[in-house]
């Protein structure tokens, strides 16, 4: 081939490869990864591990099986965030009729992924739900691996407190107080009665109920198991032991009786930011924030974060993780789901900067934004052009 045309033919790959390179946010278009496959990673979470980050979410697949769990947890790797290397399954469902706990079509939601300095080992936690059993097993599980992409290999799953109560519970709420059984749900009384425990009894041999999870290492290395208990109807906040894959048996309540879903949360200035969503299943609704100077709290309940049109329903989406953003200080990105149960392989996902207003987390919509975003005074982050 002449130079002249190999120089033109070199030319055109080399643009060809940079046009596949993505410079931007598009929250809620589809995302390709590296293979221009659109991202299979749901209810995700990401860990940053030596100047990489690493995406891990559900993987779905397309028709009405999908919900459940037939391949496992999906990992990516990146390190600009926009643009995504497919590192395959990192922790694989057991085969079908083989018994396990995690056998292909139980329920697996919302895989958080951390890194334990002590044993040098990849910590996967995620929520379970037996197979054939719909949410009522409502478990949260974990795998472990020493590679951050995996093989991850399970290890168990747990109702966690099982026989201790939460830190500050009254002696007077150990037992069930007359009449409460009768109560009418959402009355006043009622909601008294779920912060004294009502449920909180209820599953004290078995141990809480673990659904919608997130998990988070604070500045001291102590990690804890954030989740939707009592029936969704309280968040606990569970510490885990020093290898994290296990329970210390410190724990306590969030919300009680506020009905949240979804925990995502970060720690800005000393303190810890909570957002949730409502409970209204694969429909999305407002998110709501939270923020406390401890992690055991009190928690005190802000507004919905998100602004502006569809502020209502997150922007059609629901929370999954707050991600730090590495080398810049304070900077989150809110990450969300946009379910499509009919072919949940489908589902989009949004991201978009967090921002503060004092203690007050904010969302805007941003059709395309960059991580320059983060670089602007913060009370102005605003969409890219
Ligand atoms: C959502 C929850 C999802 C999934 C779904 C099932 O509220 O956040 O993770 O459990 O309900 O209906």
Redesign the pocket.
Known sequence: MPKRLLLAALLTLAGAAQAQQRTAFAPGQPWPDNKDTHLNAH?AGVLYDKGRYYLFGEHKVAGPKG?SAQVGVHCYSSKDLYNWQDEGIAFAVAPEGSGSEVEKGCVL??PKVVFNKQTGQYVMWF?LELKGKG?AAARTAVAVASKPTGPYRYVRSYRPGAGQWPLGFKDEWKQPAPGEKDLKWWTPEWRAAVAQGSFIRRDFVPGQMA??MTIFVDDDGKAYNIHSSEENLTLHVAELTADYQGFTGRWNTIAPAGHN??PAICKRGGKYYLIT?G????APNAARSFVASSIWGPWQQLDNPATGPDADSTYHS?STYLLPVAGKKDAFIFMADRWTPKNPIEGGYIWLPLTFEGDQPRLRWADRWTLSAFDQPRSKVVATP
């Open positions: 209810g919900n939601e919302r929520h949410y659904r919608d879903e979804a969503s409970c209204t299943g694969w629901q």
